[in-house]
Each structure stands twice: as structure tokens, then as C-alpha cells.
């Protein structure tokens, strides 16, 4: 049976053996700097990181402790390639190497324009862009807010240029505008300037200017984040970009509702020049005037052309006076005249009465029966008579006169039907007023008016007293109520 020969190999537990590749790897490579691309990011609970790091042709697993977050530089995405800084590692558990991860940066501009791009391509899908939500700058701000670093030049010559221009108050919002949380710091203020309620201790700013000044594309990358970008599409405040040199485009200007290529520019945006608007005041003051002075002068002219057209104003008052006078002396004695002649035409309108129209006609016939019977008579005692009436007889001449007088009395008896006199001879009475009006109604009557009463044997005069009663009408053969 064979026994295991003598070797001098060393023999390692499996916790020395991991121990030992773990102080190989770190010994040997010590910091180091791996360019790739990132996936399988995800964070824990913990608040550690994990991800990796892969190109063509290999790929390897890395984390970022929590306590190296606070000092990353820039956080990391997937898909964004970048450049890690760290130290070579092993996780014994797995028997696996990683990378622990120290800072990160962006593997050149390419890769951050890359990510640029590729966020402002999302954002413009969503509408943040769209001109429509941009707001008008206002002409005169009372308040003027600033986000920007306290320290940098920037807010000195936001300063200089506004109180050169037209001194207006100012509102520093201090933040970091460069490395690990500036953006956040950003959206902060952005969003609190945004928060402040109109009329309370603290001015709510008319205007807002993000300023910074020039810088690499890493340096102003804080202006191209998401946080920020969205926190300047979102403020209700007309806000005004001023990042970097005129070359300089980030993304926060595509979202603001004004763009300054430099921050002197955005306080010039901000506020008019009290210079130019004293110049342009005093041309409207002046066109004003000289408007003015053309509206007198037409007007006046047109009242003069007006006046040259009116005829003498005193003349005609003076003969309207004297004819209104004349008139007035003729007036009394016009009246007068007037009424007597309504009195004379009303006087020959008088309607007789029936009975005086039926007695006249009956002295006609009698005194027409007369004569023919006088004359008949003096021709029978003379006996004297021509060859024609000797012809005549008197009966035809009576049948006629008696047929007239039936007719006659018809008439008669018609008239007198019609006649209220006979309606008077029943009893009633013709109620008239004082002007021979006849009253019709009793509710025409007024307490304490006079009447003049009308009976078959004559006129009397009376009052009414009290009020009208309401009663039935009267019979035919009752008589009339007063």
C-alpha cells in the first residue's frame, strides 16, 4: 500500500488562503482607475451600491460603500460610460474579486453628451420645453431673486449691473454651483423661491436669475441634471438662465423662459435702463403734448367755422321775447272771443222739442183747413164760380186733408214714445251736472257735488250726500233713486 510522500507545499486554510489572494491583490495593484460602462446598478437598504463595470470583451462586479457616497463626484447610471477610481478587492464568501469604488467621473465630454442628449430628448417628449409654458418677463420687478454661489463673481456683477441700471431689491439664494449636491442645492432654491406666499415677511420675487459663470462641461453639469431642469419648468416665478460663457448650453435654458448668454446680460434682462426709460417717457410726454395741441387746435377750428354758420343768437331771443309778449296780451281777450263763439253755435244747434214741432204742424193744417173752407164759402154766397170749379166737389179735398191728419197724429204718437218727457211723466228724473251734462252713473257722483234735477213739471237744484249705494235696478213704474 502506497503512503503519501513528504512535499513542502504549504498548507492553507480556506479563510487564509482567501486572505492571503485578498492581500496579493491589494498589495499588488493598490488604487487604480477602470474605464467602462455601467450595469446592474441597484442600491440596497443598506444605502451601499452595487453595480458593474464591463467593456467589449470582459466585465467586472464592483460596490460603493455608503460612507463613500457624500464624496463620489457624480453619481452613477447605467449605460453612462465613466471612469471609477478605487482600490481592488475580494469578497471571500464568493470567492470573487471587485472593485471598490471611490469617486466616478465621466469618461471624457463624449460620454456626457451622451447623457445630455439623451436626457433632453426625454424631457422635450414630455413638454417641459414647449414655448407655450414659458412666461412673459415682467418690465419693472420690485424683487429680483438669485440663485447662485454667495462667494463667485456672479452675484457682484448681477449687483453692479442692476444698480447701474435701475436699483431694484435683490434676494440671494446661496448654493453650490459645482460637484456633489449642487443640483440638489439648486432645485432647492428654484422651488423655495417658488414657495414664498405673496404679502409675508419676505418679499415673493417678481423675477428669478440662475446664474454661473464659465466653466468646463464637467463644472456646469449641476445645470444639466434632471432635478434642476424640472424645477425650472415647474416655477410659477419667469425665471432667466445665465450658466457659462455665451458658448455655453445647458439644459436648465432650454426650460427657463429667458436665456442670458452671461449673467450681466440676465441682470440687463432683468431690468430697463432707467436712462432709456426716461428717454422714451419724455418722447411719449412730448408726442402727447403735440397730439394734444392738435386735438385744440381742430376743435378749435371747427368751432370757429361752427360760430360763422350760427345766426345772431341775441336778435332771435330778442324777437322771440317780443312775440312771446304780443301773444300774451292777445291770449285773455282770444279766450274770450273763443268762448263766446262756442256759446252763439251751440245756442243755434238748440233741438226743439218733439211737442213743439207736432203743435206747430197741426197750426198749419188748421190754419191750411181754414182758408180752403173760407174759400169754398165765399165762392158758394157769391154763387159766382169759373167753369172749372164749378166741376169741383170737396171731398176729394177732405179725404185728403183727413188721411195727412192720420198720418200726422202716427207721428205724433211716435215722437211722443220716443220723447223722455213721457218718461218724466212716470215719475223719473234727468239728473245733469252744473254743465248740463247728464250723470249717468252714481259712481260719477262725488259727495258734496251740486246736480241740477229735471222733473215733467220743471228743474230743481240739489246736493249729493254720502257715498253711492249699491242697489238693484229700479222697476219701470218705481221711479228713479237720487
Known amino acids: 500500500m502506497d503512503t503519501p510522500t513528504a512535499s513542502n507545499i504549504p498548507e492553507y486554510g480556506v479563510s487564509d488562503l482567501a486572505g492571503a489572494i485578498r492581500r496579493t491583490l491589494e498589495g499588488a495593484f493598490g488604487r487604480v482607475r477602470v474605464r467602462g460602462e455601467i450595469t446592474e ?75 445630455i442628449e439623451a436626457l433632453r430628448k426625454r424631457l422635450l417628449e414630455e413638454g417641459l420645453f414647449d414655448e407655450a409654458r414659458k412666461q412673459s418677463i415682467p418690465r419693472l420687478p420690485a424683487v429680483i431673486g438669485v440663485v447662485t454661489s454667495e462667494k463667485g463673481a456672479v452675484i457682484q456683477d448681477i449687483r453692479t449691473t442692476v444698480a447701474r441700471r435701475f436699483p431694484r431689491r435683490i434676494l440671494l439664494w446661496p448654493v453650490m454651483v459645482q460637484g456633489q449636491g449642487a443640483a440638489e442645492q439648486i432645485a432647492a432654491a428654484i422651488r423655495g423661491f417658488d414657495a414664498i406666499a405673496p404679502g409675508g415677511r419676505v418679499p415673493r420675487p417678481d423675477v428669478l436669475i440662475v446664474a454661473r459663470g464659465g466653466g468646463s462641461l464637467e463644472d456646469l453639469m449641476a445645470f444639466n441634471e434632471e432635478i434642476v431642469v424640472r424645477a425650472a419648468a415647474m416655477c410659477s416665478i419667469p425665471l432667466i438662465s445665465a450658466v457659462g460663457h455665451e458658448t455655453d448650453t445647458t439644459l436648465i435654458d432650454f426650460a427657463s423662459d429667458r436665456r442670458a448668454p452671461t449673467p450681466t446680460a440676465a441682470a440687463e434682462l432683468a431690468v430697463p435702463a432707467r436712462a432709456e426709460l426716461a428717454a422714451a417717457l419724455a418722447q411719449t410726454g412730448a408726442r402727447l403734448a403735440q397730439a394734444a395741441a392738435g386735438l385744440l387746435n381742430g376743435a378749435r377750428l371747427r368751432l370757429l367755422r361752427a360760430e360763422r354758420g350760427l345766426p345772431d343768437v341775441p336778435a332771435r331771443l330778442a324777437q322771440s321775447r317780443q312775440r312771446l309778449d304780443d301773444i300774451g296780451d292777445r291770449l285773455p281777450r282770444a279766450l274770450v272771443a273763443l268762448l263766446t263763439a262756442r256759446r252763439q253755435s251751440l245756442a243755434a244747434l238748440r233741438v226743439p222739442h218733439p211737442r213743439e214741432g207736432i203743435l206747430a204742424r197741426r ?84 259727495p258734496g257735488q251740486s246736480l241740477r234735477l229735471t222733473f215733467a213739471d220743471g228743474d230743481i237744484r240739489a246736493h249729493a250726500e254720502g257715498a253711492p249705494l249699491r242697489r238693484k235696478s229700479p222697476s219701470p213704474d218705481q221711479g228713479s233713486l237720487l
Open 41 to 115: 446598478m441597484k442600491r440596497y437598504p443598506s444605502g451601499h451600491v452595487y453595480l458593474s463595470l464591463k467593456d467589449a470583451d470582459a466585465k467586472i462586479e464592483a460596490v460603493i460603500w455608503k460612507s463613500a457616497l457624500r464624496n463620489l463626484g457624480t453619481m452613477p447610471e447605467n449605460g453612462v460610460e465613466m471612469i471609477a477610481t478605487g482600490r481592488i478587492s475580494t469578497y471571500a464568501d464568493r470567492s470573487k474579486y471587485q472593485l471598490v469604488i471611490e469617486r466616478l467621473e465621466y469618461a471624457g465630454e463624449g460620454a456626457l453628451l451622451a447623457r
Open 363 to 446: 197750426a198749419a193744417v188748421q190754419a191750411l183747413s181754414q182758408r180752403l173752407g173760407a174759400a169754398w164759402g165765399r165762392q158758394r154766397d157769391a154763387r159766382v164760380a169759373a167753369p172749372a170749379f164749378a166741376r169741383l166737389s170737396p171731398a176729394p179735398v177732405q179725404a185728403l186733408i183727413r188721411q195727412k191728419r192720420a198720418v200726422l197724429e202716427g207721428l205724433s204718437a211716435r215722437l211722443e214714445s220716443a220723447s223722455y218727457q213721457s218718461v218724466l211723466a212716470r215719475g223719473f228724473a234727468l239728473v245733469r251736472d252744473v254743465d248740463g251734462h247728464a250723470v249717468t252713473a252714481a259712481a260719477r257722483v262725488s
